[in-house]
């Protein structure tokens, strides 16, 4: 059966470019259009009745490994958020794929996408799922990865970078005289995590402070975690007066809980959190954030991927978009230290969401 990339392999021109000949897209020049339908008609290509012909191309937002997905997640939120946006103006319709189901037998990732119908894919990653992106890539698929940054540079990614916004609110604690500043990051660690904790211990060395691994906090990144983090830091000896939280809705839960449980937020914990969106505002005090902007990197991954299947961008793009610091009223130099904090609150384990791991971004 002759497909659309056969006939743009022999035309020399892009499958969207073949898609718009065969449907008189005005956008397509009549010398493109009728060496299109040249090649169509040598491969005796049989077009599909016209009510199913569209220059509409499917987009998947691909989930390699477990799908952690959802509301729960700021970041894919705001991203999903960001590739509706511009999906009209690119001729996408994006649906959503878990590639959790097996290849048959010698099939190429190429395969198992056209298969579905698929025009190009935006990945989202982690560690554990990397090589199976760079397959994806390697067989010739148009992709993105969303929020990972592959070791390798083989595949086009789209992602923040959040070092220098991390290391900037550290820097903004130690200012205002906070000495000990634990962070809290994902329990599954990522490009973008292990950027804010670079960022974390970079300005506490610079200003001769420690960062001891004690300080590194690990736990699933849920609103409902926020409780548990707040007995942890209150249980330290000596007992921190800022903390940094690399999750929004964990930020937001501590700051939640602490005001439930009688501590004051900043005066007894300042708190610095990561906002994805609009979490900082979500808050009160309004919490100070390392932002960046999910749906912008969602939009600017949807326009990648239509200048690589327009044949625009034929190398591995490598697009990194800066996260900012803002100060806002959850924190502020430490007050008078109290001699004891109840927070009359039960220690319980963290508790993670099923197929969830909050913010991955």
């Known amino acids: 059966m002759t497909t659309l990339r056969d006939i743009a392999n022999l035309s020399g021109v892009s499958t969207a470019t073949v898609s718009r000949a065969l449907n008189s897209h ?3 020049t009549e010398k493109t259009r009728a060496k299109v339908l040249r090649a169509a008609q040598s491969l005796g290509y049989s077009a599909a009745p016209a009510e199913s012909q569209t220059d509409i191309q ?10 952690w997905i959802g509301m729960h997640s700021p970041f894919d939120a705001a991203v999903l958020r960001g590739l509706s946006q511009c999906m009209a103006e690119n001729d996408f319709e994006i649906t959503l794929v878990d590639l959790r189901r097996r290849l048959r037998a010698d099939e190429s990732y190429a ?21 199976v992106c760079e397959r994806i890539a390697a067989d010739g698929v148009p992709c993105v990865m969303l ?48 950027d804010r904790i670079e960022g974390w211990r970079e300005a506490l060395t610079a200003h001769g402070l420690e960062a001891p691994e004690s300080d590194l906090i690990q736990m699933p990144a849920a609103l409902s975690n926020g409780v548990v ?6 249980s330290m000896n000596p007992r921190p007066t800022a903390v940094f939280v690399t999750d929004p809705m964990l930020a937001v839960g501590l ?24 979490a900082r505002m979500m808050t009160v005090p309004k919490m100070s954030s390392v932002c960046q ?40 130099p430490p007050g008078e230290p109290r001699r004891e904090i109840r927070t009359g609150l039960a220690t319980e ?5 099923p197929d969830s791991r909050g913010d991955r971004a």
């Open 26 to 28: 005005p956008q397509v």
């Open 58 to 67: 499917r987009i998947a937002v691909v989930y390699p490994g477990p799908v």
């Open 111 to 131: 395969s198992w996408f056209r298969r579905r119908g698929i025009s190009a894919a935006v990945l989202r990653s982690d560690d554990s799922t990397l090589h």
């Open 147 to 194: 929020g990972e940054r592959p070791a390798t540079h083989d595949v086009s990614y789209v992602s923040g970078a959040s070092k220098d916004g991390a290391r900037e609110a550290v820097e903004h604690l130690i200012a205002l005289g906070h000495k000990r500043i634990p962070i809290c990051v994902n329990n599954v660690i990522t490009t973008d995590h292990r």
């Open 229 to 234: 983090l707040l007995r942890k830091l209150m």
């Open 255 to 278: 700051i939640n809980d602490a005001t439930l449980a009688g501590v004051r937020v900043p005066e007894d914990l300042s708190v610095v959190g990561f906002d994805d969106d609009d």
């Open 293 to 332: 902007d999910a749906a912008a990197l969602g939009r600017t991954a949807v326009k990648l991927l239509r200048q690589m299947i327009d044949g625009a961008v034929q190398t591995p793009a490598h697009v990194c978009m800066d996260a900012w610091f803002e100060a806002r009223e959850s924190t502020s």
């Open 349 to 353: 384990p963290p508790r993670g969401e």
